[in-house]
């Protein structure tokens, strides 16, 4: 009887946190129903300001030139733009450039290839060096995978210049290759949902959002105030973010203005950017919980923060409960709970799908075709939880780990769908455990098709997305190596 009170208790004490999470998601998609975002115009402007480009990189030489192009290509005044490429790189890309930064320097740019003689920092510490070679006031950041559109700055600047309370402005991030597989068009139904419906509600109600480390630009007042680049957490722009609002800064958000990305085709290169995510992200959470709660900010602002920075590592705590289930039925404990309105906790995490539906909605004519790719989310969505958990389990470890860049592969439209397919995919040391994983929903699965019938879709939604994740890298290397031959 003790033993079933206890595995009860331990299931609810899994679940509640997740079912708040949602709620957080619901309330987000309350506001956002209530009072859609509109879009913002830029203000008039009549002088403009002196902005610095920054451009972080590190051995990405496939896009570097793409996306310094793009920012020479800004309609902005020349004499008012300095382009600053932060360039960590220990392959060829600076060799690769120096004939670009020749000509636009020949172009009659300000531009600067900037080499340091260490990593130290990773992205913060190349961002915070070149902010002291720059005497702008403005601070535009692009990551080497994005290509920023020429409007870029006459439509972010003219807002930071109207409201000097302003201390950074984000676009929103479209996709240069949605379409090129499975993969590509479920990150995009996750990102969309996240910029077209959180970022821009929070903006608008008041709620702390944060950087995305590219897309923005910030005012460099705003940047030294909040303490300026740090680098004890992966997710720099988060972290800088927050700190800068708790000081009452405030950031807006434009949905009108995008600027493209690529996206990882490649299962195991996606799993290395969310692990670097999920890492970021739960240091934020431990190095800032105390300053957000102390912060002089409204009650929900906190509450709707604190939420936003679990997202990670609350997929360790669906990881458990997959864990504890079989138990719960083998134990009997689980007859003890059917009793309870279980469903109701169905319902709320019905938030996060309708999320990514509204998303599309908002975004897209044909948004009924992209929500297609909702169960093979679901499904990937299970399967990166394993490499999401563990990174969160490091990070609460003290282990901080390398900054690595997402492998790049310029891929624009239909034309380039293809070319990534002969590159080798990243190692995954995630494999063995995801097909742990599996098997043991799989076991779950059978012992509830005897207890708990009720349970078996629940099981075998984990196995799959588990065995399917798993799968999809192994695709990933024998197509490779398949081109890799084709080409030889």
């Given at each position: 009887?003790?033993?079933?009170?206890?595995?009860?208790?331990?299931?609810?004490?899994?679940?509640?946190?997740?079912?708040?999470?949602?709620?957080?998601?619901?309330?987000?998609?309350?506001?956002?129903?209530?009072?859609?975002?509109?879009?913002?115009?830029?203000?008039?402007?009549?002088?403009?300001?002196?902005?610095?480009?920054?451009?972080?990189?590190?051995?990405?030489?496939?896009?570097?030139?793409?996306?310094?192009?793009?920012?020479?290509?800004?309609?902005?005044?020349?004499?008012?733009?300095?382009?600053?490429?932060?360039?960590?790189?220990?392959?060829?890309?600076?060799?690769?450039?120096?004939?670009?930064?020749?000509?636009?320097?020949?172009?009659?740019?300000?531009?600067?290839?900037?080499?340091?003689?260490?990593?130290d920092?990773?992205?913060?510490?190349?961002?915070?060096?070149?902010?002291?070679?720059?005497?702008?006031?403005?601070?535009?950041?692009?990551?080497?995978?994005?290509?920023?559109?020429?409007?870029?700055?006459?439509?972010?600047v003219?807002?930071?210049?109207?409201?000097?309370?302003?201390?950074?402005?984000?676009?929103?991030?479209?996709?240069?290759?949605?379409?090129?597989?499975?993969?590509?068009?479920?990150?995009?139904?996750?990102?969309?949902?996240?910029?077209?419906?959180?970022?821009?509600?929070?903006?608008?109600?008041?709620?702390?959002?944060?950087?995305?480390?590219?897309?923005?630009?910030?005012?460099?007042?705003?940047?030294?105030?909040?303490?300026?680049?740090?680098?004890?957490?992966?997710?720099?722009?988060?972290?800088?973010?927050?700190?800068?609002?708790?000081?009452?800064?405030?950031?807006?958000?434009?949905?009108?203005?995008?600027?493209?990305?690529?996206?990882p085709p490649?299962?195991?290169?996606?799993?290395?950017?969310?692990?670097?995510?999920?890492?970021?992200?739960?240091?934020?959470?431990?190095?800032?919980?105390?300053?957000?709660?102390?912060?002089?900010?409204?009650?929900?602002?906190?509450?709707?923060?604190?939420?936003?920075?679990?997202?990670?590592p609350l997929?360790?705590?669906?990881?458990?409960?997959?864990?504890?289930?079989?138990?719960?039925?083998?134990?009997?404990?689980?007859?003890?709970?059917?009793?309870?309105?279980?469903?109701?906790?169905?319902?709320?995490?019905?938030?996060?799908?309708?999320?990514?539906?509204?998303?599309?909605?908002?975004?897209?004519?044909?948004?009924?075709?992209?929500?297609?790719?909702?169960?093979?989310?679901?499904l990937?969505?299970?399967?990166?939880?394993?490499?999401n958990?563990?990174?969160?389990?490091?990070?609460?470890?003290?282990?901080?780990?390398?900054w690595?860049?997402?492998?790049?592969?310029?891929?624009?439209?239909?034309?380039?769908?293809?070319?990534?397919?002969?590159?080798?995919?990243?190692?995954?040391?995630?494999?063995?455990?995801?097909?742990?994983?599996?098997?043991?929903?799989?076991?779950?699965?059978?012992?509830?098709?005897?207890?708990?019938?009720?349970?078996?879709?629940?099981?075998?939604?984990?196995?799959?997305?588990?065995?399917?994740?798993?799968?999809?890298?192994?695709?990933?290397?024998?197509?490779?190596?398949?081109?890799?031959?084709?080409?030889?």
């Amino acid at each position: 009887m003790i033993l079933r009170v206890v595995l009860q208790l331990a299931y609810f004490i899994l679940l509640i946190p997740l079912a708040l999470y949602a709620l957080t998601i619901g309330y987000l998609i309350f506001l956002y129903v209530r009072r859609p975002p509109r879009p913002i115009p830029p203000p008039a402007v009549t002088d403009w300001p002196f902005v610095a480009v920054q451009v972080p990189l590190y051995n990405e030489p496939a896009v570097a030139e793409r996306v310094i192009r793009a920012v020479a290509a800004l309609d902005y005044p020349r004499t008012c733009l300095h382009i600053q490429i932060l360039d960590d790189s220990t392959d060829d890309t600076p060799t690769l450039l120096a004939p670009l930064v020749a000509e636009l320097r020949a172009a009659g740019f300000r531009i600067d290839h900037i080499r340091r003689a260490s990593r130290d920092g990773y992205k913060a510490g190349a961002l915070s060096n070149g902010l002291k070679l720059t005497e702008a006031e403005y601070i535009a950041i692009f990551d080497a995978d994005f290509v920023p559109p020429p409007h870029f700055l006459r439509y972010t600047v003219p807002h930071l210049l109207a409201d000097p309370g302003l201390g950074l402005v984000q676009a929103r991030w479209s996709h240069l290759n949605a379409e090129t597989n499975l993969i590509t068009r479920v990150q995009a139904l996750i990102l969309d949902g996240h910029f077209a419906i959180e970022q821009a509600t929070r903006a608008a109600n008041g709620l702390l959002m944060t950087f995305n480390g590219t897309g923005g630009v910030w005012r460099r007042a705003c940047i030294q105030d909040a303490g300026g680049w740090q680098s004890d957490t992966l997710a720099e722009d988060a972290d800088l973010s927050l700190r800068a609002q708790f000081l009452g800064w405030r950031c807006a958000f434009l949905s009108h203005c995008t600027v493209p990305g690529e996206l990882p085709p490649q299962i195991a290169s996606l799993k290395s950017q969310q692990a670097r995510w999920a890492r970021g992200t739960t240091g934020v959470l431990l190095k800032l919980h105390r300053r957000l709660w102390q912060a002089p900010i409204p009650r929900r602002a906190r509450i709707m923060a604190f939420f936003g920075l679990l997202g990670y590592p609350l997929q360790s705590l669906s990881l458990a409960l997959l864990v504890l289930q079989p138990i719960l039925i083998l134990s009997g404990a689980y007859e003890g709970l059917k009793a309870l309105p279980l469903a109701l906790f169905g319902v709320i995490g019905m938030a996060i799908p309708i999320l990514y539906v509204i998303g599309q909605g908002v975004l897209y004519p044909d948004w009924m075709r992209r929500t297609f790719a909702l169960p093979a989310l679901l499904l990937f969505g299970v399967g990166l939880a394993v490499a999401n958990s563990r990174a969160v389990l490091a990070t609460l470890q003290g282990r901080k780990g390398d900054w690595q860049p997402t492998p790049k592969f310029k891929i624009e439209g239909q034309a380039h769908q293809r070319q990534y397919v002969a590159l080798p995919p990243p190692a995954d040391p995630n494999l063995p455990y995801e097909v742990a994983f599996g098997l043991y929903a799989l076991v779950g699965g059978v012992i509830a098709a005897y207890r708990a019938p009720s349970l078996m879709l629940y099981f075998a939604v984990y196995a799959l997305g588990f065995f399917v994740t798993a799968l999809w890298g192994g695709l990933d290397r024998w197509r490779s190596r398949i081109a890799q031959q084709e080409l030889s």
